[in-house]
């Protein structure tokens, strides 16, 4: 099973700051099966990214995704006070899983 | 609009049984994957199951294997989660999740609260 490591565990930053998200894997992931979500308190999760850098349907530019292999990263190019939230990585190869997340929260 | 609803959640005892339902509206379940996912409250994701589009194949993640059996009825347009010989550690809010484009959940419900407790 792939294991996915997720860094920083907490993100504190300012409104208007860029933040990097981080997702590693412990083996490669093929076709860029590699995903992001974004969730908040008492919610579902969101789909952001898809196949590693392709912004899903309504997603803001601000968000994109990068990497390939076993590094993936989620970049925020100016944190909006909606951004504040939980982010996660998922993989699919054979079977699927979540890295732990990353928590965006204001600094 | 793709809604997905579930239903089902609730107390139970260890060893004892429940069955999840999620209803999907706006798409045909048929034409997707789908899948379980699961959050203990304050925790992080864990994929539990999923479905082909045609229902020829399941996967169960290797915690819940031979406990629970994922099904849908396509009359109804209705994912299910049948959970058998429960424990505390399946104490979770359970998600379903349409399964889009290159395994990504592109749709999920609201979530049903699960609590295997005596």
């Known amino acids: 099973e792939i294991v996915l490591t997720q860094s920083p565990g907490t993100l504190s930053l300012s409104p208007g700051e860029r933040a990097t998200l981080s997702c590693r894997a412990s083996?490669?992931?093929?076709?860029?099966?590699l995903v992001w979500y974004q969730q908040k308190p008492g919610q579902a999760p969101r789909l952001l990214i898809y196949g590693a850098s392709t912004r899903a349907t309504g997603i803001p530019d601000r968000f994109s995704g990068s990497g390939s292999g076993t590094d993936f990263t989620l970049t925020i190019g100016r944190l909006e006070p909606e951004d504040f939230a939980v982010y996660y990585c998922q993989q699919y190869t054979t079977s699927f899983t979540f890295g732990p997340g990353t928590k965006v929260d204001i600094k | 609009e793709v809604q997905l609803v579930e239903s089902g959640g609730g107390l139970v005892q260890p060893g004892g049984s429940l069955r999840l339902s999620c209803a999907a509206s706006?798409?045909?379940?048929?034409?997707?994957?789908m899948h379980w996912v699961r959050q203990v409250p304050g925790k992080g994701l864990v994929w539990v199951s999923r479905?082909?589009?045609?229902?020829?194949?399941?996967t169960y993640a290797d915690s819940v294997k031979g406990r629970f059996t994922i099904s849908r009825d396509t009359a109804k347009n209705t994912l299910y989660l049948q959970m058998n010989s429960l424990r505390a550690e399946d104490t979770a809010v359970y998600y379903c999740?349409?399964?889009?484009?290159?395994?990504?959940?592109?749709?999920w419900g609201q979530g049903t609260l699960v609590t295997v407790s005596s």
């Open positions: 479905i082909t589009n045609d229902g020829s194949s399941t």
């Open positions: 706006g798409f045909t379940l048929s034409h997707y994957w």
């Open positions: 999740g349409r399964g889009g484009v290159t395994a990504a959940l592109d749709y």
């Open positions: 083996q490669s992931i093929s076709n860029n099966y």
